[in-house]
């Protein structure tokens, strides 16, 4: 984990008559990652945004180095739709850097998982509040990504689910387990409150939608996220 902890705001909660001014601001903010919410009304009762979109904020989707250069900064695609794999060639041309979907929309995990690799960007599976942690035992080999919803998805502002907490650490072991580098999500009611408990379980990314966008104070809620995680990590690692 060498002392990371991402911070991908969700642009569920940003103005979205302005979105590629918001995506320039919370990177400016300390953004990592572009959280990017995809749903279908179909396997989640909300209907949000889809490849043009993510196309259109591409171009926004840097930062620029002390000398001048320019680096990506990853769209972080978390699709709530159901079948999957025919979006995924969309989002992938359309500048995707992590695509994640959740197994219960895939017929064929392991196929969909390869099928994202193809295109030379991350892939992670997504797990539900109830869904269980067996979805994980024969795919960890394969996987860059895994997200823990701390809400069930669908909607921006909810209170995070506590018992994703023994999830996270419960993930974290296996995660340790593979000696890969396998980035570990949590999505879902993540604020400045909760934050050292979810770093202090393993999180290593943080999600945030409200709490970065609501109050138009991005650095402060970005950095206060960040900060307290990396104080339950390291809270954590004295015990
Ligand atoms: C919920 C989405 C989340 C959501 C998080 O279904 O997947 O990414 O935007 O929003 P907050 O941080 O407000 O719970
Ligand atoms: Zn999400």
Redesign the pocket.
């Known amino acids: 984990m060498n002392g990371t902890m991402r911070i991908a705001p969700?642009l569920?909660?940003a103005d979205f008559a302005r979105l590629g001014e918001e995506v320039t601001a919370v990177i400016a903010a300390g953004a990592d990652l572009i959280?990017f919410?995809v749903?279908d009304n179909h396997y989640?009762p909300n209907l949000t945004v889809g490849p043009l979109v993510c196309q259109a904020i591409k171009p926004y989707c840097h930062r620029e180095t002390k000398v001048g250069e320019k680096t990506d900064v990853l769209i972080d695609v978390?699709l709530?739709v159901k079948p999957v794999d025919a979006l995924i060639p969309m989002f992938a041309q359309a500048g995707a850097g992590i695509i994640s979907f959740h197994p219960e929309a895939s017929e064929h995990i392991d196929r969909t998982l390869q099928l994202i690799q193809s295109f030379g960007i991350k892939a992670g599976l997504v797990l539900n509040p109830a869904t269980p942690l067996h979805c994980l035992d024969h795919v960890m080999d394969r996987l860059d990504l895994i997200l823990l919803?701390s809400?069930?998805?669908?909607?921006?502002?909810?209170s995070f689910i506590e018992s994703t907490l023994p999830k996270i650490e419960a993930v974290r072991k296996r995660i340790e387990a593979t000696g890969r580098d396998i980035w570990l999500e949590v999505?879902?009611?993540?604020?400045a409150d909760n934050a050292q408990r979810v770093g202090g379980a393993g999180a290593d990314t943080l999600?945030?939608?409200?709490?970065v966008f609501t109050g138009g104070r991005y650095a402060q809620a970005i950095d206060a996220i960040r900060t307290n995680a990396l104080a339950g990590r390291n809270m954590q690692r004295q015990e």
């Not at 809400?151 to 909810?158: A, D, E, L, S, Y």
């Not at 999505?187 to 604020?191: A, L, N």
């Open positions: 969700s569920l909660s959280h919410d749903m989640v978390h709530m919803m809400v069930n998805p669908g909607f921006g502002g909810q999505d879902g009611g993540v604020k999600v945030a939608g409200s709490a």
